[in-house]
């Protein structure tokens, strides 16, 4: 059996949490000409066979030290792919990271596998222009960061990677985020996450679904289509192109809808000197159940992707998170705590039969999320569990569109 490696390198908003430091993965485009772009094409090639001929030394030797590799395999990798000396030692170091994981099979690297530069072999010129080394020597590549434009040089931390996506060339590099002192929290905003709207909050603001399913309606009926259209091999080519670019655009639809539902729930934290509090969704496809019109979005949205926009944003602004049970949230009355399958006699609605209180059922899990995390927090923030109003229409709002 053989794994597959390669590919792209951490996303964007990835994170390393140190004391008061916030490690964030920035993305840095590069904007070679003709043939500095051929010059890393063929660095790419020439990089990813020698992560091959290394990987195949090592699983047929079981040899997966990093030292005693290299002086088997050293040589050859100058002289049979032409790398320069550092390219060489960062190629075996990421093979042998990647059996640190799994020494049980081959290891088979893609043409375009990420490249691992540190700085013997990458260096910044100002915030303009980068360079690094090739099969071509070093080359001096123009590059932009777009609204990180301004970031100290003396914040870029360890090593990056060059990736490749799209035929485009990016360097993901780590740098370093301070955070901004923790907020004492005064009361909490309770965020809870579903399908028909992905997030409501305490306050009765109300992220809806609804564009993002119109749009997911029309890319799954657009992906059907070019399904059909790809079984009739003198048109797969051209469909698998369409799916591929499909996917990505479907992909970078969630990450912004994601970002500007996060961007505005920490900002309204801040603004209110607000702690949040999010349930913990680990095994939420397990735990909930969907119609079958639903299941696409159920099963694709990135639930994980937004909690941890929403955690990173916070932690930049020294906004407490706080995780609570999700067990019940939907089935407890927040006035009389009365749980029971009957409060919700539908999907939409809440309708408590011990102390008759009625609500939207995701306004109301807000409601509940806000109360488990006040239980043990030292908050004064008034009459916590009294705020169990009806939110206005006119507070909700679509997630792309507020």
Not at 122 to 137: A, D, E, P
Not at 272 to 291: D, K, Q
Request: aromatic share 8%; with cysteine.
């Amino acid at each position: 059996m053989v794994n597959k490696v390669g590919g792209i390198a951490a996303p964007f908003y990835t994170l390393i949490f140190y004391s008061h430091i916030v490690i964030k993965t920035l993305q840095i485009k590069l904007l070679p000409d003709d043939d500095q772009k051929q010059a890393i094409i063929d660095t790419f090639t020439r990089f990813n066979e020698a992560c091959n001929f290394v990987s195949r030394t090592a699983f047929e030797k079981k040899l997966y030290n990093k030292v005693f590799l290299q002086r088997i395999v050293y040589r050859d990798i100058r002289g049979k792919f032409d790398l320069a000396a550092q390219l060489a030692i960062r190629v075996i170091a990421k093979v042998v990271e990647t059996y640190k994981a799994d020494k049980d099979h081959f290891h088979e690297f893609r043409d375009y596998g990420s490249i691992v530069y540190d700085q013997r072999i990458l260096s910044f010129r100002g915030m303009n222009q980068v360079s690094i080394s090739t099969t071509k020597g070093r080359i001096l590549i123009p590059m932009t960061i777009g609204k990180y434009g301004q970031i100290p040089l003396e914040r870029i931390r360890g090593q990056c990677d060059l990736v490749r996506k799209n035929k485009l060339f990016y360097l993901m590099v780590a740098v370093e985020v301070p955070e901004e002192p923790t907020v004492e929290p005064e009361d909490i905003i309770g965020v809870d996450m579903g399908i028909v709207n992905i997030a409501v909050d305490s306050s009765g603001k109300y992220y809806s679904g609804d564009h993002i399913r119109d749009v997911r309606d029309h890319n799954a009926d657009l992906r059907s289509r070019l399904q059909a259209v790809g079984n009739n091999h003198a048109n797969r080519k051209s469909a698998g192109r369409h799916l591929k670019k499909l996917s990505g655009k479907e992909s970078r639809f969630a990450r912004n809808t994601n970002h500007v539902i996060s961007k505005e729930i920490v900002q309204k934290a801040k603004g209110t000197s607000s702690a949040i509090a999010l349930e913990n969704l680990e095994g939420i496809r397990m735990r909930t159940t969907v119609r079958k019109g639903n299941r696409y979005i159920h099963n694709s949205w990135s639930f994980h992707q937004l909690r941890s926009f929403i955690e990173y944003k916070a932690r930049e602004a020294g906004i407490p998170v706080i995780a609570v049970d999700p067990h019940n949230t939907s089935r407890e009355c927040p006035n009389c705590h009365a749980i029971s399958r009957k409060n919700r006699p539908e999907r939409s609605h809440f309708r408590c039969i011990s102390c008759g209180l009625e609500g939207e059922a995701d306004f109301i899990a807000s409601l509940n999320i806000r109360n488990r995390a006040a239980v043990n927090q030292p908050i004064v923030a008034g009459a916590i569990f009294d705020q169990t109003i009806h939110p206005a229409a006119s507070q909700r709002a679509s997630a792309v569109g507020s």
